[in-house]
Every structure is written in C-alpha cells, then in structure tokens.
C-alpha cells in the first residue's frame, strides 16, 4: 500500500499564490506517476497535472502557465506551485499516484484551496 498526505492548501486572494506538497510513504518504490486532481462544489474531478518518475509533465489547459508540478523522487513528495490563483481555481486538491503495471492507483484525502475576490 502507499499512503499520500497533502498540505499547503487555505485561503488566497486573486492572484495569489500557494503551494501544495503531497508526501508519499509505504511502497512508494511502486509509483510511477504522480498528480493532482480537484474537485470543485457541484462538479466532477478533473486532472490538473501529472509528472511521471522520468520528469514528463502534463497540464490541463486551464492551469498553463500558472501552476508548476515537481517531484522529488528520494522524498517521494509532488509539489504543485500555483500562481496568479483565479476564483475558479478554488476547490479541494487531491493528490494522486499511479503504479507500475497493476500495482494500483492511490489518492490523498484532499486539501482545500479558496480563492477569494
């Protein structure tokens, strides 16, 4: 199993910026890619970007230019730089890593991001 525990999430005014952690422990030796997703009130989950162990990144459309995704693979930590923070960014984060083959998909419990006006 591999637990991921997420922090750096609250409260910003537009423009702001924040940035999330998300540390990996357990069988950690099994991921391969790691992410973020969100979840806003009312909508579905949706990728916000993934990093693969190698360094290949991939965005959504709608963070572009603003939010950064790393990774530090001797900490197993994913970190999420999101700046010029817009209303619509506000949402609970989800952390996400992927495993080799079938080893499994495993998430963290969320942390809240508010962006205020």
């Known amino acids: 199993q591999v637990q991921l525990v997420e922090s750096g999430g609250g409260l910003v005014q537009t423009g702001g910026s924040l940035r999330l952690s998300c540390a990996g422990s357990g069988r950690v030796f099994v991921i391969n890619a790691m992410g973020w997703y969100r979840q806003a009130p009312g909508k579905q989950r949706e990728l916000v970007a993934t990093i693969t162990r190698g360094g290949s990144t991939n965005y959504a459309d709608s963070v572009k230019g603003r939010f950064t995704i790393s990774r530090d693979n001797a900490k197993n930590t994913v970190y999420l730089q999101m700046n010029n923070l817009k209303s619509e960014d506000t949402a609970v984060y989800y952390c996400?890593?992927?495993?080799?083959?079938?080893?499994?998909?495993?998430w963290g419990q969320g942390t809240q991001v508010t962006v205020s006006s």
């Open positions: 996400n890593a992927d495993g080799f083959g079938n080893y499994g998909t495993w």
